[in-house]
C-alpha cells in the first residue's frame, strides 16, 4: 500500500496572546483524506489550531505547512482549504445559490459552470429546491448544510469545521454526524473537525487529538483513546472516567497509583459474591442509580472514599440492586487504566 | 415565530380611555400648528395671521413661482444638503469601519469627539465654526456651509452604519476570505452590499437635517441665503407673509419624501440611531 500524503503538519507551532499560550508547541502530521478531529475543552487550543491552518492567525513560532508548503505569510485567500464556520456565517444580503457560488464567482469560472456545480453541491446537501430562499429563510440545519456546500464547491483538499453542529438539536445532530462521515466519503478529502462534543469525535473520526491547555495531550484512533488513555485528563475528558486516586485506588486496586476504570467493565454482583480468579474485586454500597432506558448508571461508594459509576445494560433480568443495597464490584485486570509513576 | 406570537398576544389588549386621550392630545399638539401653516398658505391676508382667515386664494403660490430670491435660496440649500451628505456618506462610513475593526488606546474618547456635534447644542457648534474659520481666515463662502452641516450629517452617518457593522457578523469577512475573495472584494461583494440600507437611511436622514438646519449656518454663511435663513428674514417683512407658508408646505414636501423612504428602508432593521437633531 502505497504511503498516503500529508496533508497538514504542524511543527513546534506556538501562537502566544501576550502571556496567553492559546497553543503552545504543538507538532502534529494530518494525512491526505483523513477524518481528524481536534477535541478538547473551550480555550484549549483547538479553534486556534484550526484557523492557523486557515490563515486567519499567523504562529508566533513554529511552522505550519499544507501539502508541505510552508504557509508563513501566505493570506487566506490563497490558500487551498476552506472552512465551515461555527455561526456557519452566511452572507445575508445573497441567496443560497449565490451563497454557494461565491467561492467560484470570486475565482470567475464562468457562469454556467458556476451555477452548474452550486446546483450540484445543493443537490449533495439536499437543498436541491433552496436555491433562490435567502440564509434568514431556512432553519438551523439547512444553514449548516449551506454552509458545507459553500465550503465543498470549492473542491479544497482540506476541509475545516469549527463546531459545525455546535448549535443543532440532538437528533439533528446525530443525524448530521452520519452524513458528514458519508460526505467525507463521497469527496475523499480530509476533514478537519473541531468539537468539544467527544460523542462527536469518537463517532466521525479516523483519529483524534486532545488538546488541553494549548498542547495535545495523546493523538489516536478512536477506540484507542477511550480504551489506552495515556493521561488522567484524557481519560476524564473521553467518557466517563471513573478516576481513582490515593486511599480510594489502594482499596481497589492494592497500590495508591491513579487509575481509572471504564463504568461499562464493572460487574455488578450481590455482596460477598465469588469472583473469578484473575479479577480484580471491592465491596461498595450503592449510593444512587439513575434508570436510563437502554441501561442503568449506579453510583456506588467504595470503603476507601472514592466512588465508581458503574453503567449496566438493562438486557436480561440479572442482579438489579437497590439504592442502599451491599454490592460486590469485579472487573478483568485489563481494563483497569493506570496512569503516572 | 412563536415568540412573535407571543409578543402579538401581549399587545392584543386595547388601551384605557386615557391612554387613548393622551395619545390624541400628543398628536394634536404636535401637528395641529403644521396645519395652521398650511391654512395660512391659502388666506387672503397678506399682513397678519387673523383667525379665522377672511377669505382663501391661490394666489400665492402664483406668487412664489416669480420671486426668484425663494428659488435660488432653494436650490442652495438643496446643493449644500447634497454635498454635505456626499461627504459625510465617505467620511462617515469611513469612520465606522475604523472603528469598528479597530481597538486602539483612546477609543471611546474618538467616538465621543465623533457623536459630539449631534449632541453639542447647534449654537455651540456654530460659535466654534465661526470662531475657528476667522481664526484661520477661510472667508465664509458655500463651503464654509457645507463644512459646518457636514459635521453633524457625519454623526448620523456614522451611526447607522457601525450599528449595521456591530450586527453583522465579523466571521462573515472572514468567510469572504477563506473563499478566495481578497479585502477589496470582500468590501465590496460583502461589506458594502448590508451597509447598503444602512448608509441610504443615514444619507437621507443627513440630507433632511441639513436641508432645515438653520443655527449653525447663520454663524457659517457668508452672503449666501439658504432656505432656512431666506424664510427667516421672509417672516418678519410685513407684506406677502402668506409666502412664506407656501415655502413651508414646498419645504414640508420636500424634506418628507426621504425621511419616509428612510423609515420603509430600514424598518425591519431596528438600528437606525441618530434620527433626532
Known sequence: MPQPSIAVSFRAVSRHYGAVRAVDEVSFDILDGEFFAMLGPSGSGKTTCLRLIAGFEQPTAGLVAIHGRDMAGVPPYDRDVNTVFQDYALFPHMSVRENVAYGLMIRKVPAAERAKRAEEMLAMVKLADFGARKPSQLSGGQRQRVALARALVNRPSVLLLDEPLGALDLKLREQMQVELKAIQRQVGITFIYVTHDQGEALSMSDRVAVFNQGRIEQIAAPAELYEKPRTEFVAGFVGISNLLQGEAARAATGAARACSIRPEKIHLAPAGAAAPGSAMRVEGEVESLLYLGANTRFDIRLPGGGYLAVVQQNRDAHYAPEQGSKVTLWWDARHLMTFGG | ?277
Open chain 2, 1 to 277: 415565530m412563536r415568540s412573535r406570537a407571543a409578543v402579538l398576544d401581549r399587545a392584543t389588549p386595547r388601551a384605557g380611555i386615557g391612554l387613548k386621550a393622551g395619545a390624541w392630545f400628543a398628536v394634536l399638539f404636535l401637528n395641529l400648528p403644521i396645519l395652521f401653516i398650511v391654512l395660512y398658505g391659502f388666506t387672503t391676508d397678506e399682513q397678519s395671521y387673523s383667525f379665522p382667515p377672511p377669505g382663501l386664494t391661490t394666489r400665492w403660490f402664483g406668487v412664489i413661482m416669480n420671486r426668484g430670491d425663494f428659488w435660488d435660496a432653494l436650490w442652495l440649500s438643496v446643493s449644500v444638503a447634497f454635498v454635505a451628505t456626499i461627504a459625510a456618506l465617505i467620511l462617515g462610513t469611513l469612520a465606522a469601519a475604523a472603528m469598528y475593526r479597530f481597538s486602539f488606546f483612546g477609543k471611546e474618547s474618538v467616538t465621543l469627539l465623533i457623536l459630539l456635534p449631534i449632541a453639542l447644542p447647534g449654537i455651540v457648534t456654530g460659535i466654534s465654526l465661526r470662531a475657528a474659520f476667522d481664526l484661520a481666515d477661510v472667508p465664509f463662502s458655500y463651503w464654509t456651509i457645507v463644512a459646518g452641516h457636514a459635521t453633524f450629517c457625519i454623526v448620523v452617518v456614522y451611526n447607522n452604519a457601525i450599528a449595521r457593522l456591530r450586527r453583522s457578523s465579523p466571521a462573515m469577512m472572514e468567510a469572504s476570505m477563506d473563499l478566495g475573495a481578497n479585502s477589496l472584494q470582500t468590501f465590496r461583494h460583502v461589506v458594502l452590499p448590508n451597509l447598503a440600507t444602512a448608509l441610504l437611511a443615514g444619507g437621507m436622514l443627513a440630507f433632511a437635517l441639513s436641508f432645515d438646519e438653520i443655527i449653525v449656518t447663520t454663524f457659517t454663511a457668508g452672503q449666501q441665503t439658504t432656505l432656512p435663513i431666506w424664510m427667516f428674514k421672509e417672516l418678519v417683512r410685513p407684506h406677502q407673509r402668506p409666502v412664506t407658508n407656501v415655502a413651508a408646505i414646498i419645504v414640508m414636501a420636500i424634506t418628507f419624501v426621504p425621511i419616509l423612504l428612510a423609515y420603509y428602508l430600514t424598518r425591519d432593521t431596528q438600528d437606525v440611531a441618530g434620527s433626532g437633531k
